[in-house]
């Protein structure tokens, strides 16, 4: 133990220099170019296990997979479970240096979005990852698994559910740390490894998990590797995040389908009830409606807003690859919006459309909706306005479907549930010496211009460090911006892979 | 054949008293309660052959099996082809009696809505008929097919797509031709059969039909076999129909999904411009806004207002069925409402809800509506003036996907089709002769009170056999009203079968 501890100061001091004219970054990137083969081909086993946080026997699975993976780079592992029995569990691992000075845990999630696989352009499928010489919807085509010895393109893109978000963190982070140890490198601080198997699902047990296990969480910072970087390719930290919860509406029309002749114009068409409640909650120009939505909002600081300034705008180009002639009008830009809280419709429907429509007056009509969170406003006060809208609409509103007794007495009825977890926005101050110190290790680790946001328009529950910990959250971005993270034909291009490994790294050996 | 000519004419005469006791109903009755088993074994192979008009393999199929039905019942038949290669054929049968004094067509259709069995009721499938001792949704259970000698409870429903819409029409046709001949009776009239094959997705070619084979089809009347009957179970004939069109109306949002939290509050959401357009479509009481929507409906005459009041209302009772508090307020009642055209939201969708919804802004959302039109309505116009509307509210209208350019200069675009045919009401005065002499054969083969409407609610595409053949039509109701026609669960209440049967063989044999 002793001679361990000598060889780690030895190492610990000529880690500040260069090493046969490479520095650590260097022996970083030699290793993941020589392992590059073995480090995607077990990826490629990750990514093709389903992780829907919903299906309990898949996300197991995931959990068990990542054990493994600690496991082989001698790092022992652990489940840490809430105390709600069933729910998806953290894989925890630590790795503890002596007289290190700092701990730092390091958080990627292992479930992912819903998939439909219908969707996903027919070549691919979310759980079957392939290369691809480009992104699918741009014409990139499969790419056979290569060769012993036959180079892997950066730019290639690896498809499927989870490739960016956030399978490519929890990778990221196990490699970074292998690649330090297998270079001959230490870290220069104790990690903690926290991987989550319930995020894309509002992370409802994640605070009840954080509480139970607190003594083993404690820390001097919790890096987050989740989110794209930034849209013009450039590293980007974010020091704080958007929250976020999600709304069910349900209103409802007869009480089977009606033949739209025999009845139309008569039967009320719970289609026209919905779009008439949606269309009073937003203006034309992006703004919701609703009273006092945006009221709890804390605005951007002058430096928050400096810290933007010094970001080169991207709504022009954004505009142009997305086909948008105007952008909604909430803010004056893409960032200054999002010091705002926001109403999405995530999905609509009633009945069918097309050529699978039918001549009928439809039972029900549904919504989803997110409502971003930023700093300020708590998002169960955010649903209840909503729910109060809703109400000074004319709407009998309940949690569940209606009676014949409510049916018969109201004409106007609304099912409105939020009962997929949500949290609210989290910011750190950008200028703590810890917060520098990540700043100047990942401008250390690459060559492009490192951009620091002081908020994510993404969320993550952030906010749960802060309460149940009391801890402070960096988010270190890792996916490329293009991804189509959360819907279909997700892809993660591989030399943000490759560029997040070095970036942990960098973190894991900051002095 | 003279002599075949003396039997009619004897035979013809004791038709009009009664034989053994029994009157000619009595013996069509008789006939069916004896043959129950086989009639309804025959018509489970029918209805298990899928039906959906655009696939032309299926339709097929239906259109040969009616061939053999009629072929078993001595009658030659043959395919109708309109102009147009490939569309579904009309099945044509003939029966001409010497002397008759007139020749009455009668019409159903084979074909059947579109299905989506994940919908229906998992114990049963759209075309796997089966027997059930009430509405699967009430709670009916499905009753093996009974042996030889057990009855039917002319109470039981049978399951399946187009039990009543409008299977049940083609067999109630040909076995009330069957019944008449088994029963020793003859017709009165030159029969002529004819079955369409695309109804239910607008009976794109059946103006070429009856254009092409005009000479063919020559008759006194049209007897159209399809339909609810009243929602107080009492028989009902209809003297006219609304037309129809269907509208899709798509709009545009980003090129690609995005993450709601990364573009939230700044990429505009397609679905909730869409939901805004739709709004301004129809007021919160069910009007149309649309200018000009209701300007050529040419309203009822009194007479035909007398007619309707000659019928109990039903609105209390429809309202408790179907969990209707407030009726829409077009008209002041259901039937009321008939004399003006309508716009229905068949279907909505953009994304997906609940579980299966995802963080993003959607790319697309669309809609189907149906257009119902009234006497004096044009389908055309009232489509030009939807898309009119469209335009008001500052979309930029076109008929296919918009261009990149498009996409960089409208802020709103919106793809509206109309493509799937459509067409106008028709009424056939009820003080015609011919009218009359039905009424009365239809009230003579039930006990129960017949019902005569000026209009139906629903939909045949009836002005063609106007503008075609400048023939009369009139439409004889058959199924039950609570048959979910149309939409998941239909279903055919076996008394209405044989109500049917015995009414339209009471037509071929009237006097």
Redesign the interface.
């Known amino acids: 133990m002793r001679r361990l501890i000598g060889i780690l100061t030895f190492i610990s001091l000529t880690n500040l220099f260069c090493l046969n004219g490479q520095t650590k970054i260097d022996r970083i990137t030699s290793f993941c170019k020589a392992n590059e083969r073995e480090i995607l081909k077990e990826y490629f086993d990750f990514l093709s296990l389903p992780n829907f946080a919903?299906n309990k026997e898949d996300i197991n699975k995931n959990a068990l997979f990542i054990q493994q993976m600690l496991s082989k780079r001698g790092v022992k592992s652990q489940l840490l479970d809430s105390k709600t029995e069933g729910t998806p569990a953290a894989v925890y691992g630590e790795v503890i240096v002596p007289n290190a000075k700092q701990t730092i845990v390091f958080y990627a999630h292992y479930d992912g979005?819903?998939v439909?696989p219908e969707k996903w352009h027919p070549a691919i499928k979310p759980f079957l990852p392939v290369f691809l010489s480009k992104p699918i919807?741009k014409g990139g085509e499969i790419i056979p698994f290569p060769a012993v010895g036959s180079p892997i393109n950066p730019e290639w893109r690896i498809s499927g559910r989870s490739s960016s978000d956030d399978k490519a963190g929890v990778m990221a982070i196990i490699h970074a740390y292998d690649a330090i140890v297998k270079s001959g490198l230490q870290p220069s601080c104790s990690i903690k490894f926290f991987f989550e198997g319930e995020e894309e699902i509002g992370s409802v047990h994640l605070g009840e998990i954080l509480d139970k296990h607190k003594d083993l969480l404690s820390s001097d910072v919790w890096i987050i590797a989740d989110g794209?970087v930034h849209q013009s390719g450039l590293p980007l930290i974010d020091f704080g995040v958007?929250g976020?919860v999600?709304m069910?509406i349900t209103v409802?029309g007869?009480?089977?389908?009606?033949?739209?002749?025999?009845?139309?114009?008569?039967?009320?068409?719970p289609?026209?009830t919905?779009?008439?409640l949606?269309?009073?909650m937003?203006d034309?120009e992006?703004r919701v409606l609703i009273k006092d939505y945006y009221k709890d909002a804390i605005p951007f600081t002058e430096s928050e807003k400096l810290a933007f300034a010094k970001v080169p705008s991207i709504d022009k180009q954004?505009?142009?690859?997305?086909?948008?002639?105007?952008?909604?009008k909430?803010?004056t830009?893409?960032f200054d919006?999002?010091q705002?809280p926001?109403l999405?419709?995530?999905?609509?429907?009633?009945?069918?459309?097309?050529?699978?429509?039918?001549?009928?007056?439809?039972t029900e009509?549904?919504?989803?909706l997110?409502l971003?969170q930023v700093l300020g406003t708590d998002y169960l006060r955010q649903i209840q306005r909503v729910k109060d809208h809703v109400v000074a609409q004319?709407f009998y509103v309940i949690d569940r479907n209606?009676t014949?007794e409510e049916?018969?007495?109201?004409?106007k009825i609304a099912k409105v549930t939020a009962d997929?977890g949500g949290y609210n926005a989290q910011r750190t101050p950008m200028d703590l010496p810890i917060a520098k110190q990540i700043i100047a290790a990942v401008q250390g680790a690459t060559k492009e211009k490192v951009l620091t946001f002081p908020t994510?328009?993404?969320?993550l529950p952030l906010f749960l460090f802060e309460k149940h910990l009391n801890a402070k959250v960096v988010n270190l971005c890792i996916a490329n911006?293009?991804n189509?993270?959360?819907?279909?034909n997700e892809n993660a291009r591989i030399h943000n892979i490759w560029e997040s490994i070095k970036q942990l790294s960098a973190i894991m050996m900051m002095e």
Chains 1, 2 share one sequence.
């Open positions: 919903l979005q819903p439909n919807d794209p958007r976020d999600n069910d409802f007869p009480k089977r389908p009606l033949h739209s002749g025999h009845y139309g114009n008569w039967a009320p068409n289609a026209h919905l779009v008439r949606l269309a009073s937003k034309d992006g954004m505009q142009q690859e997305l086909g948008i002639a105007q952008p909604e909430v803010g830009s893409l919006s999002y705002y926001s999405n419709i995530n999905g609509i429907r009633s009945a069918d459309v097309g050529e699978k429509a039918s001549n009928v007056i439809p009509a549904a919504v989803t997110d971003r004319g209606p014949d049916r018969a007495k109201y004409s997929r994510a328009g993404g969320s911006h293009d189509n993270q959360h819907s279909e």
